[in-house]
């Protein structure tokens, strides 16, 4: 569940970023990456100037075997839990290469005779640490799961408390916060692409050591150096949203190291970036929709309108456009933009609908202090006015992973498509630029496949905004062994929600009894 897990970073609409919380790239052709893989990054570089990487080692052939087994020096950190840091390669790429240190927290399984193994988990993002998902296990995992495995949660590199962290800004404001995503001047929209320069500089010239190696790709080759670290053959692993991809490329990358592996709130593996963003957008646009009817349909929420949530939620929206309204002293006045990156964030949960509810209403009478909320927390603001990395990550890794690089005149020439798909949702008259002045990807995330690796599991809920269920139903396809669970639920991921779908996480994990078809909870 998304409140219990992340609160995945997935559309950003604000001064044009608008990327997706799973990525997607062409199709590359792998072969198991047990001992060896052979990949090539087959995209052009950026048409606009790129951060100087000419200190980048391309070198294609990556292979965890050729170093030698890391170790976890563990000390306590908690009623039964265990902290450590674990030394891999930056670049795989490169026997002599430097290395990144991931912080890793173990939760002991609670029952020694029933031990099984460990259970490598990742909440998603991409970008968020995983550390905190074995720090809260108890609250988040079955007391079957909990008693039969060591949950190891960890930050991926980059990430979270691994060092180095990938930082870009403290400036949230200026890069998301300020811009207009209909800009009406050819100056305002030259601040649009200026402001994408401007961040992805900033990115490579505090982060340039770690940000060519980000990608997914690697963050599977980590997952193998750190089962190799806890000293097992085989590995269980659980992901959430983003962590359903990691799971599915690790899977592909390292099938004959998996034991089993559940994959909860999974995008299409193998689409396009277009149609990956399309995909998403549309999700989000549904559960708007599904929103706007349910406040239409009852008297009693705060946004009902005389019956007519929608045509009140657009009126919202192209005033907010006209005329940004106040909110807290000091913090910018609210656009139309905020206000939908507010609005996304409450679609992962249909628990947050009342919050929202709230928040549209109060925006109409001119107080933009509930959205402004809404927004702060998508975006992790905290109480003092930090934020935490984890936006900086997740921009950059999906610049890593994606092969494709658009100019501004290619991105700009996708916004019919992006409006027309998802109109409420992407309203914006500009493009994604957010990989636009990246350098060349080293190594595009491989084409999924999970062959050999044997049954997966792998959840949707029927209203996940993020992970709609047709692109989940994709990963089940892409997958040599992937068995679907569909939870019925207006949310993001979908363990957690019932006994149905619990049950059969649990015979899977602790048995190895996955579902023989479809499973309907």
Request: with cysteine.
């Amino acid at each position: 569940m998304k409140r219990s897990l992340s609160p995945a970073l997935a559309i950003f609409i604000a001064f044009g970023f608008a990327a997706t919380a799973c990525s997607s790239s062409e199709n590359i052709e792998v072969v198991s990456q047990d001992t060896a893989v052979s990949d090539t990054a087959t995209s052009d570089a950026p048409t606009t100037d790129s951060p100087d990487t000419s200190n980048v080692n391309s070198n294609t052939t990556y292979s965890t075997s050729d170093f030698a087994t890391p170790t976890i020096s563990w000390d306590s950190c908690g009623d039964g839990l265990e902290c450590g840091y674990v030394d891999v390669p930056i670049n795989y790429a490169d026997v002599k290469s430097k290395t990144t240190s991931l912080y890793v927290v173990k939760h002991a399984a609670t029952d020694a005779n029933a031990r099984i193994g460990s259970l490598l988990v990742n909440p998603g993002g991409p970008g968020f640490g995983g550390s905190y998902l074995a720090e809260a296990a108890d609250n988040i995992y079955s007391q079957a799961i909990l008693s039969s495995f060591d949950i190891i949660g960890w930050d991926p590199r980059g990430t979270g408390q691994s060092i180095p962290a990938i930082d870009c800004t403290d400036d949230y404001d200026h890069f998301f916060a300020s811009g207009d995503i209909t800009p009406d001047t050819p100056q305002e929209r030259a601040d649009s692409v200026a402001s994408s320069e401007e961040f992805t500089k900033d990115c490579f010239d505090k982060s340039g050591d770690i940000l060519p190696y980000a990608g997914t790709n690697n963050v599977a080759r980590d997952m193998d150096m750190i089962r190799r670290a806890l000293g097992e053959d085989k590995i269980s692993y659980f992901g959430f949203s983003y962590g359903s991809e990691l799971g599915a490329t690790w899977t592909t990358m390292f099938p004959s190291t998996v034991r089993a592996a559940v994959l909860d709130g999974a995008s299409d593996p193998n689409a396009d970036e277009l149609l990956s963003v399309l995909q998403q957008n549309k999700g989000f646009e549904d559960s708007i929709s599904t929103f706007l009817a349910n406040c239409s349909a009852d008297s009693s929420c705060a946004f009902y309108n005389g019956g007519n949530a929608e045509g009140a939620f657009d009126d919202l929206m192209a005033q907010l456009d006209e005329n940004p309204i106040a909110t807290s002293s000091g913090r910018p006045d609210l656009t139309r933009g905020m206000a939908l990156t507010a609005v996304s964030e409450a679609m992962y949960s249909d628990s947050y609908w009342s919050t929202l509810e709230v928040a549209l209403a109060s925006a109409q009478g001119g107080d933009g202090n509930g959205l402004l909320a809404l927004y702060d927390e998508y975006f992790q603001r905290q109480p003092d006015g930090t934020y935490g990395n984890e936006l900086e990550a997740f921009l950059n890794i999906l610049c890593a992973d994606s092969p494709e690089r658009k100019s501004i005149e290619e991105a700009d020439a996708l916004v019919p498509q992006y409006q027309a798909n998802a109109p409420r949702f992407s309203p914006g008259t500009t493009g994604d630029y957010t990989c636009t002045f990246w350098p060349k990807a080293l190594d595009p995330r491989i084409n999924i496949t999970g062959a050999g690796a044997g049954p997966i599991v792998v959840i949707g809920t029927t209203g996940d905004p993020a992970t709609p269920l047709d692109s989940t139903r994709n990963m089940v396809k892409a997958l040599e062994e992937g068995r679907l669970i569909v939870v019925t639920a207006d949310q993001h991921t979908g363990y957690g929600l019932n006994s149905c779908v619990n049950d059969a996480v649990d015979n899977y994990l602790i048995d190895l009894q996955a579902p023989d078809g479809e499973l309907d909870c």
